[in-house]
């Protein structure tokens, strides 16, 4: 039989941004441990969590479902299947530093705009997971 004792809440709630403001240090220690941390502002509740973490998870959660092929012309193309993402090189490499551009530039249009269209605002996920990850490690993603 397990048997746990709590010594604090699971999931600590800041009521204000001010008293998450007075323990900052405390927050983003709980959430760099793998704690998930929570501030109420206006209604709303914000999680604070380690990106480590998140990214993690969204590795996990977020397939790439990436095919790759040629064109007559020899041209390589890397497509993102059911997302309106493509690249095109010489070479397969070529064709997925193509891609990994096109993620860099749709996540900055989703900032600054797509977010809002119903086409796009599930595409969350994607955009957060592309902000965490470097070149290398975008390239490892979309050829797993």
């Known amino acids: 039989m397990y048997t746990m004792y709590r010594r604090e809440v699971l999931t600590p709630t800041y009521p204000t941004v001010a008293a998450a403001r007075a323990d900052i240090k405390g927050m983003l220690d709980r959430a760099q441990t793998s704690v998930p941390v929570t501030?109420?502002?206006?209604?709303?509740l914000t999680a604070v969590i380690g990106a480590d973490r998140l990214?993690?998870?969204l590795l996990r959660?977020?397939?790439?479902?990436?095919?790759?092929g040629a064109d007559d012309d020899g041209t390589v193309y890397a497509?993102?299947?059911?997302?309106?993402?493509?690249?095109?090189?010489?070479s397969?490499?070529?064709?997925?530093?193509?891609?990994?551009?096109?993620l860099?530039?749709?996540?900055?249009?989703?900032?600054?705009?797509?977010?809002?269209?119903?086409?796009?605002?599930?595409?969350?996920?994607?955009v957060q997971l592309i902000g965490l990850l470097t070149d290398t490690e975008l390239t490892a993603w979309l050829s797993a």
């Open 104 to 126: 860099r530039e749709y996540a900055d249009d989703w900032h600054d705009r797509l977010r809002f269209a119903p086409n796009h605002a599930d595409n969350w996920d994607l």
């Open 61 to 68: 959660s977020v397939p790439a479902k990436v095919r790759v």
């Open 79 to 90: 497509v993102m299947d059911g997302r309106p993402l493509a690249g095109s090189g010489a």
């Open 55 to 57: 990214r993690e998870l």
């Open 39 to 44: 501030i109420r502002r206006d209604g709303y």
């Open 92 to 102: 397969v490499a070529e064709a997925l530093a193509d891609l990994v551009d096109a």
